[in-house]
T-cell receptor
Framework: SQQGEEDPQALSIQEGENATMNCSYKTSINNLQWYRQNSGRGLVHLIL?????REKHSGRLRVTLDTSKKSSSLLITASRAADTASYFCATAGSSARQLTFGSGTQLTVLP | DAGVIQSPRHEVTEMGQEVTLRCKPISGHDYLFWYRQTMMRGLELLIY????????DSGMPEDRFSAKMPNASFSTLKIQPSEPRDSAVYFC???????????FGSGTRLTVV
């Protein structure tokens, strides 16, 4: 079963704009991770945020985590056409190792 | 490092045939995971290993599926007999003891006709 649900399911923006994707989950977590998947390819790890962290940055990526609301958001600033992909959140429970993936957000960045 | 290597990239087989998917994790990674991705069900964890030992196989759909990890550099996922509903992309991923993030392979696209 899928723990995380991404919102929106699909997002289309112009190059240079910011893209925000949201993830909600149901049970307590050890950490939450975001992955990117280009069409026909494997998933690529982007960033991990632990349950005791509220915000993390990596380059043009900013992730926030609100454990009280069981939600996370991924912000991609100054988007590029190359950012076009599906983005998945994944949660790890007490085992910290076993990831449950959400349904993904399909991001299209128009040149 | 070449990353996680999966073979074959594509497999088309007839219903009832045995299918074997292969995975070579990143050297030094202690954890290996098998996932299945379909449009209807998304990404599902089938089984994962730690130091070659299966830890959780509760995601394996049924007895037709089996997975082995005979050594730290090789794992197989076998489906026998295969059915059309097994058609999916099967991913292998690995991670190290000090990093919770996964490195995924490119996947095997399985079509059972």
């Amino acid at each position: 079963s899928q723990q995380g649900e991404e919102d929106p399911q699909a997002l289309s923006i112009q190059e240079g704009e910011n893209a925000t994707m949201n993830c909600s989950y149901k049970t307590s977590i050890n950490n939450l991770q975001w992955y990117r998947q280009n069409s026909g390819r494997g998933l690529v790890h982007l960033i991990l945020i632990r349950s005791n962290e509220r915000e993390k940055h990596s380059g043009r990526l900013r992730v926030t985590l609100d454990t009280s609301k069981k939600s996370s958001s991924l912000l991609i600033t100054a988007s590029r056409a190359a950012d076009t992909a599906s983005y998945f959140c994944a949660t790890a429970g007490s085992s910290a190792r076993q990831l449950t993936f959400g349904s993904g957000t399909q991001l299209t960045v128009l040149p | 490092d070449a990353g996680v290597i999966q073979s074959p990239r594509h497999e088309v087989t007839e219903m009832g045939q045995e299918v074997t998917l292969r995975c070579k994790p990143i050297s030094g990674h202690d954890y290996l995971f098998w996932y299945r991705q379909t449009m209807m069900r998304g990404l599902e964890l089938l089984i994962y290993f730690n130091n070659n030992v299966p830890i959780d196989d509760s995601g394996m759909p049924e007895d037709r599926f089996s997975a082995k990890m005979p050594n730290a550099s090789f794992s197989t996922l076998k489906i026998q007999p295969s059915e059309p509903r097994d058609s999916a992309v099967y991913f292998c991923a690995s991670s190290s003891a000090d990093n919770y993030g996964y490195t995924f392979g490119s996947g095997t696209r399985l079509t059972v006709v």
